[in-house]
């Protein structure tokens, strides 16, 4: 990988795939009307917000993730799509800090950011309409370079593995068929939905090769519309979330290796649609998957066991609606001794949710975490 690679837009026309959708819709918006909680009889609890951000909707604010600065500090970074670039708010109260970037396809400007990601101190972010991943570090935000030009079409997730040499990053690809952008392209051309990363460097010089793509192409275990995925390595386990209303949103259930285990989850249980999703990994390998259903007026998150991933509850905020991207940092500090949970709200603001409180309200066992 050479650092900030130009785009190959004709390499990509030869490919065959369809131009960028147009910035203010996205395949998943495709409901007739706004599915509501306040008409699907979901049963839930109630779980009181802990801090809402200001709401900035002229941001399109889409997925959200959290690092610890060295002093302890917490910052929440997401991303935010109609003004290209990353919103930086404090994790315990939502102050906005800063901003970061702009539209372009420089080093540190973005082109519709959507999943964002962290490890260590390193921030992955996923760039639709740049199509690409880009690489930079906290807590400068020190752009270090950009892969996938060459492979992606319409990239919206991600989740990274660390590795002894490095990182695996799986990016899902949601390519959509060319003659109709409203429409998924036929099954068997969606063996590309995923496309799996190896990444290593250090200081300024990084590299990133292709390993393969992934996806199943029969009827059971196609992902049509793919945007959210999140990996548990301790249970060998990939869930990707199936967002085609039609077919019937859900959670599938692959292996680390790309491979359909034909089993879903909460295809009884998701009404609206299944969006982000989070690990809460607690000792002894429990712990449970929080998975947001895209209701327009009120979220529900909700809540499968980590081993048998058996529905054990869900809940609401007050107010977060239409929720996106989500991220868990379990990570305790004097405002969240027992971690946050973050969650967008109606694509222009960040809610945050103290771990206590989800823990108590749905009778969760204690979680320590690993």
Same mark, same amino acid.
């Given at each position: 990988?050479?650092?900030?690679?130009?785009?190959?837009?004709?390499?990509?026309?030869?490919?065959?795939?369809?131009?960028?959708?147009?910035?203010?819709?996205?395949?998943?918006?495709?409901?007739?009307?706004?599915?509501?909680?306040?008409?699907?009889?979901?049963?839930?609890?109630?779980?009181?917000?802990?801090?809402?951000?200001?709401?900035?909707?002229?941001?399109?604010?889409?997925?959200?993730?959290?690092?610890?600065?060295?002093?302890?500090?917490?910052?929440?970074?997401?991303?935010?799509?109609?003004?290209?670039?990353?919103?930086?708010?404090?994790?315990?109260?939502?102050?906005?800090?800063?901003?970061?970037?702009?539209?372009?396809?420089?080093?540190?400007?973005?082109?519709?950011?959507?999943?964002?990601?962290?490890?260590?101190?390193?921030?992955?972010?996923?760039?639709?309409?740049?199509?690409?991943?880009?690489?930079?570090?906290?807590?400068?935000?020190?752009?270090?370079?950009?892969?996938?030009?060459?492979?992606?079409?319409?990239?919206?997730?991600?989740?990274?593995?660390?590795?002894?040499?490095?990182?695996?990053?799986?990016?899902?690809?949601?390519?959509?068929?060319?003659?109709?952008?409203?429409?998924?392209?036929?099954?068997?051309?969606?063996?590309?939905?995923?496309?799996?990363?190896? !990444?290593?460097? %250090?200081?300024?010089?990084?590299?990133?090769?292709?390993? #393969?793509? +992934?996806? $199943?192409? &029969?009827?059971?275990? =196609?992902?049509?519309?793919?945007?959210?995925?999140?990996?548990?390595?301790?249970?060998?386990?990939?869930?990707?979330?199936?967002?085609?209303?039609?077919?019937?949103?859900?959670?599938?259930?692959?292996?680390?290796?790309?491979?359909?285990?034909?089993?879903?989850?909460?295809?009884?249980?998701?009404?609206?649609?299944?969006?982000?999703?989070?690990?809460?990994?607690?000792?002894?390998?429990?712990?449970?998957?929080?998975?947001?259903?895209?209701?327009?007026?009120?979220?529900?998150?909700?809540?499968?066991?980590?081993?048998?991933?058996?529905?054990?509850?869900?809940?609401?905020?007050?107010?977060?609606?239409?929720?996106?991207? !989500?991220?868990? %940092?379990?990570?305790?500090?004097?405002?969240?001794?027992? #971690?946050? +949970?973050? $969650?967008? &709200?109606?694509?222009? =603001?960040?809610?945050?949710?103290?771990?206590?409180?989800?823990?108590?309200?749905?009778?969760?066992?204690?979680?320590?975490?690993?």
């Amino acid at each position: 990988m050479k650092p900030f690679a130009p785009l190959l837009f004709a390499a990509l026309a030869l490919a065959g795939c369809a131009t960028p959708l147009p910035a203010d819709r996205e395949p998943d918006e495709a409901f007739e009307q706004d599915p509501l909680l306040s008409e699907a009889q979901v049963p839930h609890v109630v779980v009181a917000e802990a801090f809402v951000t200001e709401a900035a909707p002229q941001e399109n604010v889409d997925s959200p993730t959290a690092w610890r600065a060295p002093d302890g500090t917490r910052w929440v970074i997401a991303t935010a799509k109609d003004t290209h670039r990353l919103l930086v708010y404090a994790g315990d109260d939502g102050r906005l800090l800063r901003t970061v970037g702009g539209p372009g396809a420089r080093p540190g400007q973005f082109n519709r950011p959507n999943g964002i990601a962290v490890t260590g101190n390193l921030l992955w972010v996923v760039e639709r309409d740049n199509r690409r991943v880009q690489l930079l570090r906290l807590p400068d935000f020190t752009p270090l370079a950009t892969f996938g030009e060459q492979d992606l079409l319409q990239p919206y997730g991600l989740w990274v593995q660390p590795l002894d040499d490095g990182y695996e990053v799986l990016v899902s690809d949601n390519y959509m068929s060319p003659q109709d952008e409203d429409v998924p392209p036929p099954l068997a051309e969606l063996d590309r939905r995923f496309k799996r990363y190896r !990444v290593t460097g %250090d200081g300024t010089d990084w590299n990133a090769r292709l390993l #393969g793509t +992934f996806g $199943a192409t &029969d009827p059971a275990g =196609a992902i049509r519309i793919a945007e959210s995925l999140f990996g548990d390595p301790e249970h060998d386990r990939l869930l990707l979330a199936e967002e085609d209303v039609a077919t019937g949103t859900r959670l599938r259930e692959y292996g680390l290796d790309g491979r359909y285990r034909g089993r879903d989850v909460g295809a009884d249980v998701f009404r609206a649609q299944a969006e982000g999703m989070a690990l809460m990994q607690c000792a002894g390998g429990t712990g449970y998957w929080i998975v947001s259903d895209q209701f327009k007026d009120r979220t529900v998150f909700h809540l499968f066991d980590r081993v048998s991933l058996d529905h054990v509850g869900a809940f609401a905020g007050e107010r977060t609606a239409n929720t996106d991207g !989500v991220w868990l %940092d379990q990570s305790g500090d004097a405002r969240f001794p027992r #971690g946050a +949970f973050y $969650a967008v &709200d109606d694509d222009q =603001a960040v809610a945050a949710f103290d771990l206590r409180d989800v823990a108590s309200a749905l009778s969760l066992s204690e979680c320590e975490a690993p």
